[in-house]
């Protein structure tokens, strides 16, 4: 069984940044593809960013090209997400997730929520102009 626990969440000033860590329990963890992803209040659930399971492969969403950088240490079963440039916008409740199925590795579709299985509960961002 899957269990996700996201961390690093909080209050920053814009252009600040802040480290989110996503801790996953469960077996093969290095065969997963773990994604983030956003949800302001309001709104449907965004994509963020994703990694492909050996760690070779990045995706990101078109609002955080260029800002966000997604990294993952299988040994250590985390992953994190480097936030920097943060603007107002980008306050949301952030959401690791994990792809056990390979759904993403078979489609080749990393951007849908739809293609993870497991969750974690969330963590705050809030970016303050």
């Known amino acids: 069984q899957v269990h996700l626990v996201e961390s690093g969440g909080g209050l920053v000033q814009a252009g600040g940044s802040l480290r989110l860590s996503c801790a996953a329990s469960g077996r093969n963890f290095t065969y997963w593809t773990m994604g983030w992803f956003r949800q302001a209040p309001g709104k449907e659930r965004d994509f963020i960013a994703a990694?492909?399971?050996?760690?070779?492969?990045?995706y990101y969403g078109d609002s955080v090209k260029g800002r966000f950088a997604i990294s993952r240490d299988n040994a250590e079963n985390t992953v994190w997400l480097q936030m920097n440039s943060l603007i107002p916008k980008d306050t949301a409740v952030y959401y690791c997730?994990?792809?056990?199925?390979?759904?993403?590795?078979?489609?080749?579709?990393?951007?849908?929520?739809?293609?993870?299985?497991?969750w974690g509960q969330g963590t705050q961002v809030t970016v303050s102009s």
């Open positions: 990694i492909s399971w050996i760690g070779g492969s990045t």
């Open positions: 997730a994990a792809d056990s199925r390979r759904v993403t590795y078979w489609s080749g579709i990393y951007y849908t929520p739809a293609a993870y299985d497991c």
